[in-house]
């Protein structure tokens, strides 16, 4: 069964900087678009970034110019690089694979909390 295995996260403050990582089976990664969603509490999971497998690469709004998505395709891993976090980035952070790019298949990860304290 296809799984996706999430690391990084953590606690900081204000300003401060985390990078998050997820790591798909080579079958996946190497056909899916990657990347991750958030969800603070008692709020919906909302997008946060993607990167396909053809490097076209999406962010939210108020990430952009913070936020920096990569792949490592040697290691089937996408990482997530996040600066200058603000408090509101509190959240659950999901690592998602779409393969071939289609929603119907969406795999997640099991979730890493990043907490920025003011």
């Known amino acids: 069964q296809a799984q996706l295995i999430e690391s990084g996260g953590g606690s900081v403050p204000a300003g401060g900087s985390l990078r998050l990582s997820c790591t798909a089976s080579?079958?996946?990664?190497?056909?899916?678009?990657m990347g991750w969603f958030r969800q603070a509490p008692g709020k919906e999971r909302e997008f946060v970034a993607s990167?396909?497998?053809?490097?076209?690469?999406h962010y939210r709004d108020d990430v952009s110019g913070r936020f920096t998505i990569s792949r490592d395709n040697d290691n089937n891993t996408v990482h997530l690089e996040m600066n200058s976090l603000k408090p509101e980035d509190t959240a659950v952070y999901y690592c998602?694979?779409?393969?071939?790019?289609?929603?119907?298949?969406?795999?997640w990860g099991q979730g890493t909390q990043v907490i920025v304290s003011s």
């Open positions: 998602m694979a779409d393969f071939l790019g289609s929603v119907a298949g969406r795999l």
């Open positions: 080579r079958r996946t990664f190497g056909a899916s678009t």
């Open positions: 990167m396909s497998w053809t490097g076209v690469i």
